[in-house]
């Protein structure tokens, strides 16, 4: 598919609120409903960036993303975002030889598509002035998501400040999407890093951010936006208001521009230590 429509929602995130959260969403994909193909939430949509961890984390098997696959299909959208998410491990040593279980727990990034398929991606920054370090595990490996023909690459936040594990080597991916709770006070890094990773990786460029204020009082404006492979700005939601736009992506217009400004084939080369064969 040449083209490719993307809808970002910016909105107020009820605190630790799942049911409300998830609510809410379910009335803007009835109005979404035949009008786009990927619909991009904020980080931890369905909570907030909480490090309750013990409290809201859940399996892949658990209602959040059981009821957003179901979504999905019914309203045949992909729907991007993040969520607390654990693994349980069971444990056995010499001096306790019963198992019991070890919950690990991520900012788990994920892409449902109406046919069914589910993707995952680790955040692999945690923001360490949150205490994201002490409470989740990063993750160690990045996924290119196939997608209507599109080759997509989904991050979250604080990635974004990470230049070097966006790198579009050889072309890999075509859209590059960030799901963010980033505050008010850092607002103008956002603006600018979105901007910089489209023209740095000539690629489009999706940021949702949320609004409103969090439980430990920190304040968001949004800024949520898509921006061309030029750095141009596609679409923009308004500061502080709740809503959705949608923005047509063109590939043959993307590949266009990097058969006639190859700069991607000057790119230095190196090696990512991870899981994964990004470089």
């Known amino acids: 598919m040449n083209r490719l429509r ?6 107020d995130i009820a605190w630790e609120n799942k ?12 109005a979404l409903r035949g009008a786009t193909e990927i619909i991009v939430l904020p980080e931890t949509f369905s909570t907030g960036f909480s490090m309750n961890t013990d409290t809201l984390a859940e399996p892949v098997t658990g209602n959040t993303i059981t009821t957003l696959r179901q979504w999905a299909s019914e309203y045949q959208i992909a729907i991007a975002g ?11 040593s010499e001096s306790n030889p019963l198992s019991y279980k070890n ?8 892409f449902l598509t109406p046919e069914g398929e589910a993707y995952f991606y680790d955040k692999r920054h945690l923001f360490r002035m949150g205490n994201e370090t002490d409470n989740f595990t990063a ?9 209507r023909g599109w080759n997509i690459l989904l991050l979250v936040c604080y990635d974004l400040r990470f230049p070097v594990w966006s790198r579009n080597t050889g072309n890999e991916y075509d859209l590059l999407i960030y799901v963010a709770n980033w505050p008010v006070p850092r607002r103008k890094v956002w603006d600018i890093l979105l901007q910089a990773r489209a023209l740095e990786n000539i690629s489009y460029v999706c940021g949702v951010n949320r609004i409103g204020k969090d439980g430990n009082s920190f304040s968001y404006n949004g800024g949520s936006a898509i921006y ?3 750095g141009e700005m596609q679409i923009q939601v ?3 208001e709740e809503g959705t736009a949608t923005a047509t992506l063109e590939l043959s217009a993307l590949q266009e521009f990097r058969n006639k400004f190859p700069a991607w084939k000057d790119a230095d080369s ?4 991870s899981d994964s064969n990004s470089r």
Not at 19 to 30: A, F, G
Not at 82 to 92: P, W
Not at 270 to 273: G, K, L, P, R
Request: net charge positive.
């Open 19 to 30: 049911q409300d959260n998830l609510r809410r969403l379910r009335e803007k994909l009835e």
């Open 82 to 92: 993040s969520y607390i998410a654990c693994e349980e491990n069971f444990v056995s």
């Open 139 to 147: 993750g160690s490996r990045r996924i290119i998501i196939p997608y």
């Open 228 to 230: 061309s492979y030029k």
């Open 238 to 240: 308004p500061d502080h």
């Open 6 to 11: 993307v809808s970002i929602l910016q909105m």
């Open 103 to 110: 919950s690990t727990y991520y900012n788990r990034a994920f």
């Open 270 to 273: 190196f090696t990512i230590v």
